[in-house]
Structure formats: C-alpha cells, structure tokens
C-alpha cells in the first residue's frame, strides 16, 4: 500500500504525469485531448503542473481561467465520468492524506461546475463564454 502524501512540486507532477497517461491511454476522452492538443502535452502539462500546485500547495503559480478551453469540447456527462473515474485512480494508486482527498474533492466540484457550464451555453449559444 502506497503511504505519501502530496506534499511537493514532484509530488504534484507525479500526480499529473500520471493521470494524463491514462488519459492519452482513454479510448473515450484521451481523443478529445489529442484533437485540441496536438503536440503541446508539454505545454499542457507544464500548466497542469501549475494549476495542481496552486490549488493543493497554496503556492500562486497559475494564473489562467480554467474553464474557457473547455466551452467548445464536444463532451457530456459520459466524459466527466471517465475524467473522476481516471482521477481517483491515479490519487488513490499514489497518496494517501488530506491533501490527496481535498484533490479528488476540488476536481469533482470542477467537473460538476464544468459540465453543467457546457450544458448551459449548448443550450444558449450567444451568452458569453467566461
Ligand atoms: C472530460 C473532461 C475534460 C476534458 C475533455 C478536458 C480537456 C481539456 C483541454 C482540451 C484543455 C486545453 C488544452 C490546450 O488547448 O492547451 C484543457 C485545459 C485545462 N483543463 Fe481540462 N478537461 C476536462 C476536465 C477538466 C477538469 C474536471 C478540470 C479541473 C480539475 C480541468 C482543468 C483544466 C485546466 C486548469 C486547464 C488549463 C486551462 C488554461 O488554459 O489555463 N479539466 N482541458
């Protein structure tokens, strides 16, 4: 049984690295990545890195808007639910603590905020995308 906790910056992007290699691996949601992607994974893991570490280390790295890049992606309810399902694999085959479970907490409030946004402006299209 695995007994760290997420502590550091390595910790954050062994949690990323992670989780996005079974993403890439989804045959359901790691095409939707690859579709908008291309080969900016380092790019986008980079800023990953940065979100995780400001959300879960309190140390102010990021500096985006989350949800803007999501607005247009042709996904549903089905791809939220692999997205938890990958990450509470990955958390859980890792960590164990307080942080680990304020991550799966925090992303399954996202994923919960993301989905019902995209479900919004599929249905009003001329409203504002932030
Ligand atoms: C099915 C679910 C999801 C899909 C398909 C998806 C896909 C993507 C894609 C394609 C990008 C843009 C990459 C780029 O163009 O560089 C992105 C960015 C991002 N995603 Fe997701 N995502 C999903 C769920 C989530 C969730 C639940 C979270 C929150 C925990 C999240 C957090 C982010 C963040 C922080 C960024 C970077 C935004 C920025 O540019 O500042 N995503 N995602």
């Given at each position: 049984m695995n007994s760290t906790r997420i502590a550091s910056l390595d910790d954050i992007k062994r949690l990323v690295d992670t989780f996005y290699e079974k993403v890439r691996k989804d045959e359901l949601i790691g095409p939707i990545f690859d579709d908008r992607i291309h080969d900016r994974w380092p790019q986008h893991l980079e800023k990953m890195y940065t979100f995780w570490q400001?959300?879960?280390?309190?140390?102010?790295?990021?500096?985006?808007?989350?949800?803007?890049?999501?607005?247009?992606?042709?996904?549903?309810?089905?791809?939220?639910?692999?997205?938890?399902?990958?990450?509470?694999?990955?958390?859980?085959?890792?960590?164990?603590?307080?942080?680990?479970?304020?991550a799966k907490w925090r992303a399954g409030k996202m994923a919960e905020l993301f989905e019902s946004k995209i479900k919004y402006y599929t249905g009003n299209p001329f409203k504002s995308l932030l």
């Open positions: 400001t959300v879960l280390l309190g140390e102010h790295t990021y500096y985006g808007s989350p949800f803007p890049p999501h607005a247009g992606l042709p996904v549903s309810h089905i791809h939220f639910e692999k997205w938890m399902e990958l990450f509470i694999q990955t958390v859980d085959e890792l960590f164990i603590g307080e942080i680990a479970e304020d």
